[in-house]
């Protein structure tokens, strides 16, 4: 049953984002519209439309969670896997079960970590510029002649 309905969810997103959905849907309300001088703009004419598209959205709803959590299950699994086989901290494997404060934590963690890094990068720059080594030109700068 759960191949049978990830198979059926994920063919009912693919096919309600195509354009020739967005085309029907387009062609549906235009012909609603159109019949409602024939029905003198009656409730029963505007109840087709709302319960109509109530019906859709409500069931959409459900298919669309779904193909989306099977997807967002399976990148997190994939980055884990990534995180796994490199050198990242393993403190990220699984965060999406973190609490908001503890990934506010981690991420803060991170941001000093990057900090300290560009720091690093800076100084690294700046002592390669003290030595005339200039590596890579900056941006705007015309490219040194080699004396050779």
Do not use: Y
């Amino acid at each position: 049953m759960d191949k049978f309905f990830a198979s059926f969810a994920n063919a009912t997103a693919r096919a309600a984002g195509s354009p020739i959905a967005f085309l029907i849907c387009v062609a549906l309300v235009v012909a609603w519209a159109a019949a409602g001088p024939f029905f003198h703009f009656s409730e029963n004419w505007q109840l087709t439309i709302n319960t109509g598209t109530t019906i859709v959205t409500f069931l959409m709803v459900f298919l669309i969670q779904n193909t989306q959590n099977r997807d967002g299950a399976a990148l997190q699994t994939k980055l884990d896997e990534l995180i796994r086989s490199s050198n990242a901290g393993d403190e990220f494997m699984g965060i999406e079960k973190l609490t908001d404060k503890e990934l506010a934590e981690l991420h803060e963690k991170c941001e000093a970590a990057a900090k300290r890094s560009h720091a690093a990068l800076d100084r690294t720059r700046s002592e390669r510029a003290r030595r005339g080594h200039g590596g890579a030109p900056q941006e705007g700068a015309q490219p040194t002649e080699s004396k050779a």
